[in-house]
């Protein structure tokens, strides 16, 4: 960083926000990230940067830079409306001071440029208000319709598609359901045929009881008599 001196003017920096601990070190880093070469400090706490020393004129005693840094006392941040101007070290090339001359020759150059025919300045004025706007206006309104248009059709689409999935996923439940009604069905109606065939053939009065116990199939059935009905025979203890 090298000291320039102090300036009652700052033109052309521009103004970057004071710091509650504002030092000359600080302002330094500020200027360096924007890539300004040139630095400025007043009234202990603002910090200003830009390319070109403020003009020759400007300049003042240094004795009228006597306010200290916000962040260290030891150090001159300027004073009342008094810029204190130093350089980055961004470059080591020369800074020049700030030449509101060169400024005011540099606008008023165009002036000299030959004024434009009447015939181009009315076609150029013709189109501007005429063709511009149509094509402006004829160029937005599809383009929103067919946005709009587009996120309609896509919400309903997506409704769709989720009350396709919805109907499938019940309509393969009910049907799984009913599957399993009818087996179930069927083998209660299996099971119950055979329980009563069984019961059945066990409670038939002609069969024999003494038979049952029996694997052989004659004789087990006599259709002249009824077993379910014991005749008491009477026998001789001698056995006769």
Known sequence: MTDVGCFSDPQPL?????????????????CLLLQKPVMGLVDGSNCWCGE???????QVDNSSCDTPCNGFDQNQCGGPSMWWISLTGLTKNRI?????SSISSSTAAPSKTPAPQVSDVASTVVVTATDAPKESKGNS???KAGIAAGVVVGVVVLAAIIAGVVFYLRHKKRREVEEEYRRQAAVNSFVGGKLHTSSSSMTDSRLDPEFMARRQSNGSIADNEDYSRRILKVTNPDGN
């Open 141 to 143: 309104g599809p383009n």
């Open 14 to 30: 521009e103004d970057h926000g004071s710091y509650i601990y504002q030092t000359g070190g600080n302002c330094q880093r500020i």
């Open 96 to 100: 020049d001071n700030f030449d509101p």
């Open 52 to 58: 070109l020393i403020p003009m020759k004129k400007a």
